[in-house]
T-cell receptor, first 114, second 113 residues
Framework: AQSVTQPDIHITVSEGASLELRCNYS??????LFWYVQSPGQGLQLLLK??????LVQGIKGFEAEFKRSQSSFNLRKPSVHWSDAAEYFC????????????FGAGTQVVVTP | NAGVTQTPKFQVLKTGQSMTLQCAQD?????MYWYRQDPGMGLRLIYY???????DKGEVPNGYNVSRLNKREFSLRLESAAPSQTSVYFC????????????FGDGTRLSIL
């Protein structure tokens, strides 16, 4: 079955440390890939997207993601985390044969400690 | 810069009651979507509207109906609410084109007792 998996439900990171959030997908063909962030009580905001081309994608708020076809992964990274990065992060995939039907992972909750 | 506006933000219903969740976007987007968010499950698509005048089922449509009132507005109706429909509901919109990023509202938190 087609799916998006975020293996880490919860991650705690110190302010200033690096952050990596994992995302794996399972589709017959490479889907379009997205990372969204959700702050408490808010909707989802798009961080970045991958359609094709350069496998390292830059996004907003200093985030980047790397697409690795061989590992069916699209991991999100940030070199130095700020307290304001505490939020829930969702990886999402849009299969090439599926009109607008985004499929989301379960999310990773990020806690930032002083 | 309103973007996607959802009303109400919070609602408590009794089992069997009906309710309509409202969504409006001011970005002139063609496509609109309704999702529900449940703990540990991410967001799941309930219904979507690719363009004005069309609606289609998503992953979890049972118990819901939708209306694309015009290009701006897309409502979600619960005809007979059930406790299993307790969730946070998000509306989203996007430009025409199946791979366009979706822009989300702030959600409606719905509790059904």
């Amino acid at each position: 079955a087609q799916s998006v998996t975020q293996p880490d439900i919860h991650i705690t990171v110190s302010e200033g440390a690096s952050l990596e959030l994992r995302c794996n997908y399972s589709y017959g063909a490479t889907p379009y890939l997205f990372w969204y962030v959700q702050s408490p009580g808010q909707g989802l905001q798009l961080l970045l997207k991958y359609f094709s081309g350069d496998t390292l994608v830059q996004g907003i708020k200093g985030f980047e993601a790397e697409f690795k076809r061989s590992q069916s992964s699209f991991n999100l990274r940030k070199p130095s985390v700020h307290w304001s990065d505490a939020a829930e992060y969702f990886c999402a995939a849009l299969p090439a044969d599926s009109w607008g039907k985004l499929q989301f992972g379960a999310g990773t909750q990020v806690v930032v400690t002083p | 810069n309103a973007g996607v506006t959802q009303t109400p933000k919070f609602q408590v219903l009794k089992t069997g009651q009906s309710m309509t969740l409202q969504c409006a976007q001011d970005m002139n987007h063609n496509s609109m979507y309704w999702y529900r968010q449940d703990p540990g499950m991410g967001l799941r698509l309930i219904y979507y509207s690719a363009s004005e005048g069309t609606t289609d089922k998503g992953e979890v449509p049972n118990g819901y109906n939708v209306s694309r009132l015009n290009k701006r507005e897309f409502s979600l109706r619960l005809e007979s609410a059930a406790p299993s429909q307790t969730s946070v509901y998000f509306c989203a919109s996007s430009e025409k084109g199946f791979n366009q990023p979706q822009h989300f509202g702030d959600g409606t938190r719905l509790s059904i007792l």
